[in-house]
């Protein structure tokens, strides 16, 4: 079986925003206790507590962007709570997860760890049990670089800089009725559109994002998008999108076809803010920011948490363990998430560890990679410069919930500076396929390198007793000549080729 992709130098998309390759730490279940932040560990960076194989792994990563402190978690979190001396930190209760918040890893930690990992912070703002003037404050405190209360507080608890936090969520998920907060669309878009006005007045160079729908099942799903930013519009700039993928919802073909939904999901939100646009008459685009998005086996999760007063340390909140599946799917959605360059500028894979994750931890052993870590590292690393469109001729695979849809999918990379291109692909079938494809504009390219995500065993797995299970191997190059390609994806397989 045979599928055929097309790639022209002219059939550009858009650059690729590297905010794309973005992640997300909650205070939830072991994210950051026992996650990010571990004192007690061997390889805890001396004088902050931080997980050294946990930053060595974000780095290899290529996490770009880290969303921070939620979630839901953040709809009854004082940020004011996680600054100053360690022994003066209340111990709070966290109403998302029904659990003790001790503050020892708050908002300076946090920016300490951004700057170690190499990633950009993305601060999120409580918009459940607060408002307006408390998110300003939040600015202040964090961009202001002297001369006000707060920003001398900053430089007291040790920042004599200002940490220049760029971007800004507006609440978590506000549509909800799990929120802490939650409103109507238009109550929503009104405080969020306040709040980020506030915001910007303290400093003008930030942007904002508005929440979106917390998934697509929501009864308000569309709708909501387009009234809270009726609301807002002169004040953001990005609505966000969430949506989890289970593999145990649908048939095993439907679950590796989630992209679909993906695209869908991209589409719609398009359609909705752009339909504020033309109403409000505006120029400027609202663009989407994807900040929750993963493979999670949520028809397992329960809801609500006893109440855990954590004598016994962080409890493990659903901590999948991903399969080879899994990992291929996650693969696809990265390369739909990159398709649409053009409008979708940060995507968030929820989270970074322990909590549905890439990276995972046990006790004392040394952190390990999840399947999904492969695809998400080696597209971060290779996917640079523009997202081209490809020609793509596949045959199709039958799926319970989106019909027939093609087996193969194809996103292509093409990097000015050093000519290169790079072809994601994922193969959804049973059956290897053998993809042949021209590249075109380009001057004589060959394939360099050929590697997948398979197994024999889709539904193997990496555990702290053999991490390397599940991980990318080299292919053999098949392709003879310069501006061809002819590789075999492997059954239900995410794969790379590079062409220099
Ligand atoms: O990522 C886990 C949870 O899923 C987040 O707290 C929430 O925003 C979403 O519903």
Request: proline share 5%.
């Amino acid at each position: 079986t045979t599928a055929t992709v097309r790639v022209d130098k002219n059939f550009r998309i858009g650059a690729i925003d590297r905010r794309i390759f973005g992640s997300f730490i909650e205070h939830m279940g072991r994210g950051v206790y026992g996650g990010v932040y571990d004192p007690g560990h061997p390889s805890a960076v001396a004088d902050t507590g931080f997980r050294g194989d946990v930053l060595e792994l974000t780095r290899e990563l290529g996490a770009t962007t880290i969303r921070y402190p939620g979630g839901n978690f953040v709809s009854s979190h004082r940020w004011e709570d996680g600054v100053g001396p360690l022994e003066n930190r209340p111990r709070t209760v966290d109403l998302a997860w029904r659990t003790v918040e001790t503050n020892a890893f708050g908002l300076h930690e946090f920016m300490d760890w951004t700057d170690r990992a190499g990633v950009d912070p993305y601060m999120v703002v409580n918009l459940g049990t607060r408002g307006p003037g408390e998110a300003a404050a939040l600015v202040e405190y964090c961009n202001v670089a002297k001369g006000t209360t707060l920003a001398e507080l900053r430089q007291k608890n040790g920042a004599a800089d200002p940490f220049g936090v760029r971007l800004w969520g507006l609440g978590n998920e506000m549509d909800g009725s799990w929120q802490v907060g939650h409103r109507s669309a238009r109550s929503y878009g009104e405080v969020a559109g306040q709040a980020a006005q506030a915001m910007k007045l303290v400093d003008s160079s930030i942007e904002t994002v508005l929440c979106g729908s917390s998934n697509m099942t929501m009864s308000t799903y569309a709708s909501w998008e387009a009234e809270a930013l009726d609301a807002a519009y002169e004040h953001v700039d990005y609505v966000s999108l969430h949506q989890y993928y289970d593999p145990e919802k649908y048939d095993e073909q439907s679950f590796l076809a989630s992209a679909c939904a993906m695209d869908r999901h991209i589409e719609d939100v398009i359609a909705a803010v752009d339909f504020v646009r033309a109403r409000q008459r505006r120029q400027r685009r609202i663009h989407l920011a994807y900040d929750e998005w993963n493979v999670w086996y949520q028809s397992r999760f329960r809801e609500p948490y006893e109440w855990s007063s954590m004598s016994d340390g962080p409890r493990a909140i659903i901590e999948d363990d991903f399969t080879v599946r899994d990992a291929v799917v996650a693969g696809s959605l990265l390369m739909t998430l990159l398709r649409h360059a053009d409008r979708v500028r940060i995507a968030c894979q929820a989270q970074l560890v322990n909590v549905i994750a890439p990276i995972r931890t046990f006790g004392a052993t040394s952190a390990w990679k999840q399947p999904i870590f492969h695809p998400f590292a080696l597209t971060a690393r290779h996917a640079r410069g523009d997202v081209l469109r490809p020609e793509l001729s596949a045959p199709t695979i039958d799926t319970d919930r989106f019909g027939p849809v093609p087996a193969v999918d194809v996103v292509a990379t093409h990097d000015e500076t050093d000519g290169g291109i790079a072809l994601f692909a994922v193969n959804r079938s049973r059956q290897p396929i053998t993809l042949h494809g021209t590249a075109t504009g380009f001057g004589r390219l060959a394939v360099t390198g050929h590697q997948a995500l398979a197994d024999d065993d889709t539904s193997a797995v990496n555990t702290p007793e053999n991490p390397l299970r599940v991980r990318p191997r080299d292919l053999p190059i098949t392709s003879a000549e310069a501006g061809n390609c002819r590789q075999t994806l492997p059954p239900v397989s995410w794969n790379l080729i590079t062409l220099a």
